[in-house]
Structure formats: structure tokens, C-alpha cells
């Protein structure tokens, strides 16, 4: 089985570590650069993508933002999965939101904001503090103003007004303020015959917007209820095929949804060791036709970004059951390089290896990781 990828970073080269003893060949496509590479070494294969589309079975994405041109030739083949009307959902914010309110499923307060007027009826209609995120291109903190108080209303509109005035393609929706208790996320496949399985939902801790560490770990069993409802009630709109992952905010046991991804996602990371299943492995069995694998929670693991560094301490990999990925990128600021896995027999065990990493990990470099130890 041959898999193209749309996208050529750290989720195909995983993809492509997950689909080889499926014997399922994956190779990852450029949309910067219309080029086809090997998503492991980044050798070049090839140029084109209708050449790449004709030369595979199957059709995936690694990630949202993909020019609708490219969106609309892969869909056009036939073979493209979870297929352009999702991928759009998740690269838009506007089409998420129509999204979950035709599911039925409960998010913040909105409004689509094309001009001062819309701004100021938000304001009116949502009230203070606001936070606001732009239609395309936002990610990991990226894209996002805040207005807490009325004083600052004038600044915050015109640094919008800027960047709304620097391309017509933009909007920008603003979202009414959850005082929520934490982040949590749940990352589940969905197969072609509609069968759907889920893992537990994962606990988030972001530094400066971007995900630092997410935690599984048997959950309660009344908050993964809901959160299953909801990602069912999403995916069968979409009438899905592959790994979805939702974002929710936490708000006194209640959820709402905060954003989706319809792809593999950075919170699902730990299940290349806290499942039988990976989600890089479930995703391509959906795409490619076959049964999903186990979802099940096989020991409590956890997962930490490593950002903007390319060396770690070698001592870590003394840690029982410490798992380090790299990506092969070259070192910049804040970019995600790699990730390390660790897991545990019990929860307690885990708050005791994972105290031990970072005692070893430089604390410039892996910030607030202490405030996620004490929530084990």
C-alpha cells in the first residue's frame, strides 16, 4: 500500500515509522516546493503532485493549512482521506465553528469579525476579556490578540485592522473568555465502515501558547464520556476517516470544545508507548482500510516538546522506559525538534521518573515543567 502525505515534517516521518511493518510505503509531499520527498532522509523523489496522486493508493494530510487548490486536485483523485471538507475545517476557523454548531457540540461564544464593525458588536454582544484568533494560519499561539480591558480597545483594533487590511482571505473570529481549570485533548481514529475508537483524554500544559507536556493517565470515566459523545458527534458530520484529534477546555467538568485537528496531533504523541496502538499507526489502518488497533491505556505515560534544541543530555536515556524522538530539523528558536516519551507502572511511579528528567533537563530550555509535576 502506497500512502502520500500532504506535508513533509515530524507526522510523516512518524506515519512513515508507524506504516513499515504494515508494509504500508509512505512518501510525503511539499506544498512549498511541489516537490516529493522520502519523509525520513528528505531525499527528493520526485516534482509534481499529479504525477505523486497517479503513483498512490491512498491520500493523506499531516497538517491543516494547505492551499485549496492543492486540496481541491487531491479530492478531485478520489482518493483522499479524511478528504478536503476536513482539512479545511481545521484550517479555518470560521468553517470549525459553522462546523460544531451543525454537530451539536458546545464551544465559546462567537463572532466572525471582518471590519471595526464587527469588532464593536463583538465587544457589545460577547463582552470583556476577548480573546481573538485569526481565521487562517493560527497555530501554537500564533495569530491571536486579547482585549481585557476597555482601555486597550483602540490598540487591539488597529493592530487587527493591519493585519486584516494585509490580506483579503483573513477574518479574524473573536471568542468570549473561558475561565476553564485545564486543557485536555482527545485523539481518536475513525475508520471507513464508521467504527470509532478513542484514547483517554491527554492533560495539556502550553508555555507561551505552544504544548510543553500532555499526561495520560486513567481519567474519569463520567468527563471521557462526553468527550466521546463529542468527537463522535464531530467525526460522523465530517463523515471522517483517519485520526481526529479535539482540544477541549475543562470547565468545572464541563466541556467545550476549543479547536480540532484533523490530523495526528502533538497531545497524542505518548501513544507510541502508553498504547499498543499508536495514533500514527491507527491513523494509516483507517486510511488504508484496516481494522484499528487498541486504543486502551496500557500504563500512564507522558509526553515533553522539546523546542528550539537539538541535544539533550544523554543521561536521560538511563530513565526506565524513556523513549526519545528526534526529527532530523535544523536547530531554531522555538521550533519543535523532537519529543521524549515517558511511561510507568502507576501514576506515582511516573511523578517519580519524571522528576528525574528534569532534574537532568536544563530548565531555560524545558520551562514550568515543575508545575506540571505537581498535578500528578
Known sequence: MKVLVLGAGQLARMMALAGAPLSITISAYDVNTDTLVHPLTQQQLGSGLAQALEAADVVTAEFEHIPLAILEQCQASGKFLPGASAIRAGGDRRVEKALLASAGVANAAYQVINNQADFEKAVSRLGLPLIFKSALAGYDGKGQWRLKEAAQTATVWQQMADFLAADSSQAIVAEQFIG??????????????????VYPLTEN???????????????????????????AAVAEQLDYVGVLAIEFFDVAGQLLVNEIAPRVHNSGHWTQQGADCCQFANHLRAVCGLPLGSTALVRPTLMVNILGEDEVPNAILNIPALGLHW???TKRAGRKMGHINLSANSTAELKAQFAKL???????????L???????
Open 180 to 197: 476553564f481549570q485545564r486543557e485536555v485533548s482527545l485523539v481518536g481514529a475513525r475508520s471507513r465502515t464508521g467504527e470509532v475508537k
Open 205 to 231: 500544559h502550553h508555555v507561551n501558547g505552544v504544548l510543553s507536556v500532555s499526561l495520560a493517565r486513567p481519567v474519569d470515566h463520567a468527563l471521557q464520556h462526553q468527550a466521546e459523545q463529542m468527537f
Open 327 to 329: 526529527y532530523g530539523k
Open 358 to 368: 528534569i532534574d537532568q533537563l536544563p530548565a531555560s530550555a524545558f520551562p514550568e
Open 370 to 376: 515543575e508545575q506540571m509535576l505537581h498535578q500528578l
